[in-house]
């Protein structure tokens, strides 16, 4: 999250694979001295000071703090960085360490989780500090495995805290830099673990957060969605695309790390979850007011399935009399 982005991320997943290793497609750009070319020209591109003029000011940028570039992560997976700003620096005032989220009751994490949605996530963060202060005396790893043993942590969350936080020489694939990979790269979607080596293989040594930043910045600000702004693009005559004048399907439809639409929120059970922890930020709900905070006060079933989901996740706590509290 840590490039400047209006977009939100897309949900971790894990996605490991060694550098250097080979691909099967034969049409991706396999060759390391041309990958490492295209990494100086983006790094060099995200360096520039014009560049670096545009790019918004972000609380995270200015941040090496592993847990502060971790809480900006999680807090960005789907959600608008617009509506992580105000968070983000509510959340560290409240939680300024892993131990202070750690030793507080869940329910007021997911009070400061509060305009962000997917509770889940808070519930995660909540519980990869409770890891860090039992299994990592309360010090955020700053290597691959231990980030990916952290509850809610996987391959890019993991791999954006080694590149912003401990500035380590390590590709980070979201949304944006998925499409710069499919689209310039390769002409084509790529799979998971190719479009990971890719990147793993264009970061200029010791320049793993200026990179990260740069590519980040590069898919958030140019190589958009819909249509990209080739004019601006720092290696548009290196692009496989572009080269095609991007003849055919756009190669970033459906390539690794590219964010597929969200199903309808309208109506969804996602909206009465929401609805139901944003009313217990509050206070406690008695059992006969559950329905209508839910938002189907005819449909005792579905109220029933949302409930019993939310206790079994551990996000509610039900009283005997059908009561609900946070945790």
Known sequence: MSGGTGTARHADARIPGPVGARSNEPT?????????GIGRAIDGWGSSDGQGSRRPELPWRSTRDPWAVLVSEVMAQQTQVSRVVPAYRGFLDRFPTPSACAASPLGDVLRAWQGLGYNRRAHNLHRAAQAVVADHRGRIPADLPGLLSLPGVGAYTARAVLAFAFESDVGVVDTNAGRVVARALAGRPVRPGEAQRLV?????PGRGWSFGQALLDLGAGVCVAGTPRCGTCPIRRRCRWA????????????????STPQSRFAGSDRQGR????????????????VSSVVGWPDDAGRVERVVAGLVAEGLVIADRAGGLRLP
């Open 200 to 204: 793993d293989a264009m970061v200029p």
């Open 274 to 289: 929401g609805r139901l922890v944003d009313a217990l930020r509050s206070g406690p709900v008695p059992a006969r007011r």
């Open 243 to 258: 080269s095609r004048r991007r003849a055919g399907p756009d190669p970033a439809l459906g390539s690794a790390g590219v």
């Open 28 to 36: 991706a750009i396999r060759d390391r001295r041309q990958l490492e």
